[in-house]
């Protein structure tokens, strides 16, 4: 899943919502990698990550 990157602890993904609640953030992301991906599909043309969303999804077996 992680190859070879250490996952945050669920304490510290907790702490990190906690916080962004208290200071009344709509929307907290753990991690520079994480905060890079999200603002990517923000920068991303919406036909293009629809295409990448079919294909992460693939077709469904049986």
């Known amino acids: ?3 070879g990157r250490r ?3 669920p304490e510290a993904v907790a702490e990190l919502g906690f916080r962004a609640v208290q200071r009344g953030d709509l929307i907290a992301v753990h991690g520079w990698l994480n905060r890079l991906m ?9 036909r293009l ?3 990448i969303a079919r294909r992460v999804a ?3 077996p049986g």
């Open 1 to 3: 899943m992680s190859k």
């Open 7 to 9: 996952l945050p602890t």
């Open 38 to 46: 999200a603002l990517g599909t923000r920068l991303t043309p919406d």
């Open 49 to 51: 990550l629809l295409r």
């Open 58 to 60: 693939g077709p469904r």
